[in-house]
């Protein structure tokens, strides 16, 4: 080690990619500069690529000195400079130098750059979300030109040819205007952008350093030089007295024919570029001491994985490849391929949350090892947020550097609650996420809930406390949450931002009622504190908006900001990027996300520029990421235990390999291999929550005592009873009754709610005589109870069309059946039999009797939708109406006395075409008194059967009706589950 820095520079150092980048970077630096003192060591300088690698270097450095105490060299990351923060602004470096713009502020800028801009794009832009977005984009553009030291000058002039779309056009006067105005913006506010203050830097310190540089240690460990300006200053550190350069993963194994056709989309194509501008050669890098001990005992990994990645040219004679790397190992006497493959594993999951869950399950599995370290290394951040929750299982909080979308975070989702709110004041799904919130300090939301926010929404506050009349002491907090609603709402069609930013930021402290300091108190808090403080700062000179465009704005505003939590994690599992992981090694990776269009990521797309007009620029090609996303996997790849982790289908969509990973089949398919599975990894997954195996349920069967079943049942729960018995031990048993759900739509019950109530209105407002207008009134009272029933305003155009033509059906009926008949509705009847647990009472509410002179009572049923067919009535199944013909022969209507049962029908009222139906199902005389003979035995049959103790109550014992019907208890008897898996002793 003594010989690191003797001779004179340049000095470019490699670590292979199989070896732990910051644990063999430290000891190296540990084992040269300990012996000089702790002041040596503190004394130098390191530059990484992140914060991330700062702090894993740290780690390294106390692992290297076997946990004693040290002082660290200076680590400091290159992508995030920091004002006065040696050594990137020793001296007057940065004086004369404008602060960096904060990022809100520049978007806040951009889109109203964007918005003054509107006239020279055809149409403008629809909204300030649309217009945020091309701002978005015009700041991407903004940092390729000054990433890349892009002079534009006046070269856009000639940059579109006469041929090209009017599109790049259109494209090319913007992008003038605003290459114009926005660097006048930035003098006027005294300020700069980001990235160019940060090349700006860069390009200054390597001057420094070049002209006069450091005495002391410096080392630039683990960048590859994306940008120009970092390339210049690695040259310089690498050209110090005592300064070095260390390469992750550089690939000295690569033929120099293979070298010379890297471009940007292969894994060496960014150490390529870095080192032709050095003017160093690919033999000329060194070895770096501290990995050559043991170099040799992951290379064979090393050289199949950049094997796998050769330029696509160069691919053509890998069974040449094959042999040669087999007839160098036949020296050691191994097989490369296998001993690469070694420690190298493949997981392919179904789903997105069946890799989440094998993930999580193979980073505990690590943990049972004391010491044992795991890491999930993925750009997809969906799948590293989905394994920090299936984690949280076990307790386990892993050192994610992730975070999550302020959007997700509760103060964002509050944020996002009460802008929706300021849309759909009525939402009920939306009101009781604002009562709900754990912020939300309104009181108990209980009856509330129940009475006014379940079902149909209510069309008006006043209609919403109407619904509280039975429960006064709701009211205070429906006023309350009215108050604050309407605090939200817009003065005009369109405000600005700023202002609906206040309003929304009352309303959240309003609902908070005591508790803001929690509100805004943590990261999540304070970042959206920050959110709403610049829109009402920095939001007044954004476009105007609506109430949904501010919605959205927001949406987007948050959905763009990362909180990151810190706090207490697991010392021994961290959830990495992959930019992250070059530098962090763990004794397990699990590398997941390898999907075309998730690692690699698919090229951005830029509204602005075409490809040809990009080149011209001097701009990188879109494909340049994918270069340095394949150096990162290759990275990674190569660590001792590696899990490629890959999703079979994403979104429901099938999905394809990622690139490398099918190279690397590939190559192992060639050489008559394959990858190792690991089924038992989806074994678990699948079985996690079942850990003795999947065993369905069972039909259920429950056998109350006897003394609990009911004594009486209407008609409809015998038809229940009939059909599903266990409905009738739920409702009428254990009293479960359904409630109905957050703004449920008013469809086919409120319909057969509405026609009920209108034929019984009508009935009785004309029990003789008709009115002349009779189909008019009666399509004015089934309106009027269909808005009762809750019918969105949507709906009730359609409705009153279908209400003329049913109308009409129903005046000509009333004027056939009217002529020597007496109209009852909704009259009360019973029966009691005899059973053997004692008398049982059968009730019916009959929708219409039609007593006749002659002594028969013609009974009608009203339907929306289709009527029980004459087999289904004939058989029992649909005992309703044979019932209630049961309870009329027998007197058990008081009303009407006994009479002979007359017609049985439904009528069916549709309004389509026919409008309605009369449908009988048994005719006055011997038919319908035998039907209702029938039904009588039957039912005493039926209650005789569940008198028995033996008798259960299943679910479903007419599984032909199961999709005709559903019933509101068929999840709680998990139908689906027992019905299509089959019961024991049945297919």
């Not at 907090?477 to 009215?482: S, V």
């Not at 003065?491 to 959240?508: C, H, I, N, V, W």
């Not at 209400?803 to 007496?822: I, K, N, S």
């Amino acid at each position: 080690m003594s010989g690191l820095f003797d001779g004179a520079g340049p000095r470019w150092y490699n670590i292979p990619a199989q070896r732990p980048f910051a644990e063999d970077l430290a000891q190296g630096l540990f084992d040269l500069l300990a012996g000089d003192g702790p002041e040596a060591l503190a004394d130098a300088v390191i530059l990484t690529p992140t914060r991330r690698g700062a702090r894993a270097l740290s780690d390294a450095f106390l692992h290297a000195a076997g946990g004693r105490a040290i002082l660290p060299p200076q680590m400091r990351p290159l992508g995030d400079l920091e004002a006065g923060e040696p050594p990137f602004e020793p001296g007057d470096l940065a004086l004369d130098l404008p602060a960096a713009i904060d990022p809100l502020k520049r978007r806040f800028e951009l889109t109203r750059l964007v918005a003054e801009l509107a006239a020279l794009l055809p149409g403008g832009f629809a909204t300030a979300s649309a217009a945020l977005d091309l701002a978005d984009a015009l700041g991407r553009f903004f940092d390729g030109l000054q990433i890349e030291e892009v002079e534009v000058g006046d070269r856009l002039a000639g940059l579109v040819d006469a041929e090209l779309a009017e599109h790049w056009q259109v494209s090319r006067g913007f992008l003038e205007a605003a290459l114009t105005a926005w660097p006048k913006r930035l003098e006027a506010l005294g300020v700069v952008d980001v990235s160019e203050r940060r090349v700006r830097l860069l390009r200054r310190l390597a001057a420094v350093w070049t002209a006069n540089p450091p005495k002391g240690v410096l080392v630039a460990a683990g960048s590859t030089g994306t940008a120009k300006a970092t390339r210049e200053l690695l040259i310089a550190v690498a050209q110090a007295p005592r300064g070095c350069v260390v390469l992750p993963g550089l690939d000295q194994n690569l033929a120099d024919k293979a070298w010379a056709k890297v471009d940007v989309q292969h894994p060496q194509g960014a150490l390529r570029r870095l080192l032709e501008q050095a003017g160093i050669a690919k033999a000329e890098v060194e070895l770096w001491p501290a990995s050559i001990s043991a170099e040799s005992a992951g290379r064979w990994r090393r050289r199949i994985v950049n094997e796998a990645l050769r330029p696509a040219e160069e691919t053509a004679d890998w069974l040449q490849v094959i042999a040669a790397l087999r007839k160098e190992g036949a020296r050691d006497g191994v097989d490369p391929i296998a001993e690469g493959l070694k420690g190298l594993s493949l997981v392919s999951a179904r789903t997105e949350e069946e890799a989440a869950t094998a993930t999580a399950l193979l980073l505990r599995e690590a943990l049972e090892t004391p010491a044992r370290t795991a890491a999930l290394v993925t750009p997809d951040q969906v799948l590293a947020r989905r394994v920090t929750a299936k984690l949280a299982r076990w307790g386990v909080i892993p050192d994610s550097s992730v975070g999550e979308s302020l959007a997700g975070c509760r103060c964002g989702a509050l944020a996002g609650l009460a802008a929706r709110a300021a849309v759909d004041p009525l939402d009920p799904v939306t009101l009781l996420g604002l009562l709900k919130h754990p912020f939300s300090r309104l009181g108990p939301s209980e009856t509330l809930e129940r009475l006014a926010l379940r079902g149909p929404r209510p069309r008006s506050w006043d209609e919403l406390k109407a619904r509280l009349a039975e429960a006064p002491e709701a009211l205070p907090l429906a006023e309350r949450l009215e108050a604050i609603v309407e605090g939200l709402g817009w003065p005009d069609e369109l405000d600005s931002p700023a202002q609906a930013a206040r309003r929304t930021a009352a309303a959240m402290e309003a609902l908070a009622a005591g508790g803001e300091d929690e509100l805004w108190a943590g990261h999540g808090g304070e970042a959206m504190s920050r959110l709403l403080s610049a829109l009402v700062q920095d939001g007044g000179d954004l476009p105007q908006v609506t109430e949904r465009g501010f919605a959205d704005l927001l949406s987007r505003l948050m959905d763009g900001e990362t909180v990151r939590s810190g706090g207490a994690t697991h010392p021994r599992l961290r959830i990495l990027g992959a930019i992250e992981a070059r530098l962090v090694r763990a004794d397990r990776l699990v590398v997941a996300g390898l999907e075309e269009g998730v690692w690699p990521g698919g090229a951005a797309l830029d509204p602005f520029l075409s490809r040809p007009m990009r080149e011209t620029l001097g701009l990188p090609s879109p494909e340049r990421r994918i270069g340095l996303a394949a150096h990162d996997f290759a990275q990674a790849a190569c660590a001792p235990e590696v899990i490629l982790l890959h999703t079979e289908r994403r979104e429901g969509a099938p999905s394809v390999k990622s690139r490398w990973l099918w190279r690397l089949e590939t190559l192992a398919r060639g050489a008559g291999l394959a990858i190792p599975e690991r089924p038992e990894v989806l074994a678990w997954a699948r079985n996690v929550d079942a850990p003795d195996g999947y065993s369905p349920a069972k039909r259920p069967a429950p056998r109350p005592p006897v003394a609990d079943r009911p004594r009486e049942l209407a008609v409809t729960r015998i038809e229940s009873l009939t059909r599903d018995p266990y409905a009738v031990w739920a409702r009428d048993i254990l009293r479960l009754y359904p409630l109905n759900r957050p703004d449920e739509t008013a469809d086919a019950r409120a319909r057969g709610t509405a026609i009920h109530a209108a034929f019984e209105r009508f009935a009785e407002a004309y029990p003789a005589d008709l009115p002349p207008d009779a189909a008019a009134t009666f399509a004015s009272l089934y309106l009027e109870e269909l808005e009762r029933a809750g019918l969105p305003h949507e709906a009730m155009a359609r409705e009153a069309a279908l209400a003329v033509e049913a109308a009409e059906w129903v005046a000509d009926l009333e004027h056939e059946r009217r002529d020597g008949r007496t109209i009852h509705v909704e009259l009360k009847g019973e029966r009691t039999i005899s059973a053997p647990a004692g008398p049982f009472k059968v009730t019916a509410r009959a929708d219409r009797i039609e007593a006749t002179a002659e002594g028969y009572g013609h009974i009608l049923d009203y339907k929306t939708g289709k009527a029980p067919s004459k087999k289904e009535v004939a058989t029992g199944f649909s005992p309703q109406l044979t019932l209630t013909a049961a309870i009329l022969q027998a007197g058990g209507f008081p009303e009407l006395g006994r009479l002979e049962p007359g017609d049985l029908t439904y009528l069916e009222i549709t309004g389509r075409k026919p409008a309605g139906k009369v449908e009988i199902r048994a005719l006055a005389g011997d038919e319908s008194a035998e039907a209702a003979a029938k039904a009588l035995a039957g039912l005493a049959e039926l209650v005789a059967r569940f008198d028995s103790p033996g008798q259960p109550y299943l679910s479903r014992v007419a599984p032909q009706f199961v999709k005709a019907r559903v019933s509101d208890y068929d999840h709680l008897a998990r139908v689906f589950e027992w019905s299509t898996s089959g019961e024991e002793g049945e297919e």
